[in-house]
């Protein structure tokens, strides 16, 4: 009973010695997990995208210069990585490499929001004809040549998918015209699948797909 009894009480005084050291030995949980994700602030987008952007993509995102994208409404997320992308090199351009230059990630993340937050105004295809082309391209694709249809990534209508593949819809024809020949020649090399899709497209069809973009809604 002795024996017993001084097992029982080396045991009790044990537990919370045992119970310390697994608290200890416990792996801290990741700072990540513990710390709160900072919102966008969309007054703060709203004061740097009119001080650095606005001259090119329009007050509100929505630019009235063929050249220049329209910004309104798009995926944040697509929005970040290209101004990321800008900022390292990744995406050539003078003009937003050094706009970008400027941005922190807080800056770039507040811009995109705020962005996406208004309303794209809507786009118009001008070729009748080349709409034709454009659509059937869009929505079939070729089979024959291996062009998949760009409806598969940036939905029938344009709208993309959120944090995958940016919105097309009303896109400025000119500007799309421009960056599918970019991915197609080279010069534009931050998306793999745009330059082996449009590396199978011609002149025509590009410009074809362009106008039919403008006028998707």
């Not at 045992?18 to 608290?23: R, V």
């Not at 118009?124 to 929505?139: C, P, Q, S, T």
Request: overall charge positive; glycine content about 8%.
């Amino acid at each position: 009973m002795k024996l017993l009894a001084s097992l029982l009480m080396t045991a009790v005084l044990a537990a919370p010695a045992l119970s310390s050291f697994a608290a200890d030995d416990a792996p801290a949980a990741p700072a990540a997990a513990t710390a709160a994700v900072a919102k966008p602030d969309l007054v703060k987008g709203a004061a740097s995208f009119g001080a650095v952007c606005a001259a090119c993509h329009g007050a509100d995102g929505n630019s009235s210069i063929a050249a220049n994208p329209k910004l309104a409404q798009q995926h944040p997320e697509y929005l970040v990585k290209q101004l990321q992308d800008f900022k390292s090199g990744k995406r050539a351009s003078a003009i937003m490499s050094g706009m970008a230059s400027t941005l922190s990630n807080d800056d770039m993340k507040n811009i995109a929001y705020w962005l996406t937050s208004n309303k794209a105004k809507p786009g118009f295809a001008k070729d009748k004809d080349l709409v034709a082309i454009g659509e059937h391209l869009y929505r079939g694709g070729n089979s024959d040549r291996h062009i998949p249809a760009c409806a598969g990534c940036h939905s029938p209508n344009g709208a993309g998918i959120p944090s995958q593949y940016p919105r097309l819809s009303g896109q400025q024809a000119d500007y799309t015209a421009a960056q599918l020949t970019a991915f197609r020649d080279g010069v534009r090399k931050n998306s793999l699948p745009m330059s082996e899709v449009a590396a199978k497209l011609n002149d025509r069809e590009i410009k074809a797909l362009a106008d039919y973009i403008a006028g998707l809604r």
